[in-house]
């Protein structure tokens, strides 16, 4: 049985920084595509940063270029999300993501295996 745990979400000011984790089991994240994806009330999810299994030109959204960075750790079969310079328009449900691969495309649509999500709020 496949579990994706995610946490590291929390309550921070404008320009502060956190670091989401979500630990796999089930599967080895090393052997697949993984990402963030985030979504806001009233919103739609979408992609925040991908990674294909080979971790070749991950993928990172527009709004979080230079302020994300997505990483794995396949011997903890954790996937981290490092973020700095937080606004408050980065308040959102943030949920990792696995799947066979994304092809460049990150969306929720081609991952198949989801963490039940860890709570951003960022405050101006």
């Known amino acids: 049985q496949v579990q994706m745990v995610d946490s590291g979400g929390d309550l921070v000011e404008a320009g502060g920084s956190l670091r989401l984790s979500c630990t796999a089991s089930g599967l080895k994240i090393g052997d697949f595509a993984v990402g963030w994806f985030r979504q806001a009330p009233g919103k739609e999810r979408e992609g925040v940063s991908c990674i294909a299994w080979s971790e070749d030109d991950p993928y990172y959204a527009d709004s979080v270029k230079g302020r994300f960075t997505i990483s794995r750790d396949s011997a903890k079969n954790t996937l981290y999300l490092q973020m700095n310079n937080l606004k408050p328009e980065d308040t959102a449900m943030y949920y990792c993501?696995?799947?066979?691969?994304?092809?460049?495309?990150?969306?929720?649509?081609?991952?198949?295996?989801w963490g039940q999500g860890t709570e951003v709020t960022v405050s101006s």
């Open positions: 993501a696995a799947g066979a691969d994304f092809s460049g495309r990150c969306e929720p649509i081609l991952f198949g295996y």
